[in-house]
T-cell receptor
Framework: GAVVSQHPSRVICKSGTSVKIECRSL??????MFWYRQFPKKSLMLMAT?????????EQGVEKDKFLINHASLTLSTLTVTSAHPEDSSFYIC?????????????FGSGTRLTVV | SQKIEQNSEALNIQEGKTATLTCNYT??????LQWYRQDPGRGPVFLLL?????KEKRKERLKVTFDTTLKQSLFHITASQPADSATYLC??????????FGKGTRLSVIA
């Protein structure tokens, strides 16, 4: 139980294009999902909190117009990296919590490796 | 601001020994503390959650302690195996608030 599916696992795109990453909770509903990015050998950095039916909450320093988040249903949040540049290349990971599971933590997707060329 | 420190960036131990990882936090009073394992190129995987009113929690070869006075959690892996080699992350907090992670400790278990 508590499975989060993230797609795609890898993507290479050209500078200036946009890339959409999907995060789905497969067997539970998630009114809130979280998006992180991770640089090599660094810890996860929280980017934003995705809220179903309302605007996402972005962490300080994260450009909301650059990283568009949409949480249109109870099982799907998307992160769109707009006008991507090489410095956006990173590992992006989403997570969610199945509130019905007590004494259980958060479930993470398997991550998306974005390379902008 | 909230700060999380994990004792060392890397830890090497011999197979069969007990690995002990430390997580210290400041400017927090979390009701929970969580530990995760992350393998290269993968998302973190939840291991254990301990509440502030619990001193210790165990799961198979894993044991976690939580000292709210010291603001510290210890994570132990007993009878360590090479398959335990990974990065271990601690995250004070829970509920439905976003987790903020420490930098992690990269554990290498040497056969």
């Amino acid at each position: 139980g508590a499975v989060v599916s993230q797609h795609p696992s890898r993507v290479i795109c050209k500078s200036g294009t946009s890339v959409k990453i999907e995060c789905r909770s497969l067997d539970f509903q998630a009114t809130t999902m979280f998006w992180y990015r991770q640089f090599p050998k660094k810890s996860l950095m929280l980017m934003a909190t995705s809220n179903e039916g309302s605007k996402a909450t972005y962490e300080q320093g994260v450009e909301k117009d650059k990283f568009l988040i949409n949480h249109a249903s109870l099982t799907l949040s998307t992160l769109t990296v707009t006008s991507a540049h090489p410095e956006d290349s990173s590992f992006y990971i989403c997570s969610a919590k199945d509130r019905s599971r007590i004494n259980y933590g958060y479930t993470f997707g398997s991550g998306t490796r974005l390379t902008v060329v | 601001s909230q700060k999380i420190e994990q004792n060392s960036e890397a830890l090497n131990i011999q197979e069969g020994k007990t690995a002990t990882l430390t997580c210290n936090y400041t400017n927090y009073s979390p009701a929970y503390l969580q530990w995760y394992r992350q393998d290269p190129g993968r998302g973190p995987v939840f291991l254990l959650l301990i509440r502030e009113n619990e001193k210790e929690k165990r799961k198979e070869r894993l044991k976690v302690t939580f000292d709210t006075t010291l603001k510290q959690s210890l994570f132990h892996i007993t009878a360590s195996q090479p398959a335990d080699s990974a990065t271990y992350l601690c995250a004070p907090g829970g509920g439905n608030t976003p987790l903020v992670f420490g930098k992690g400790t990269r554990l290498s278990v040497i056969a």
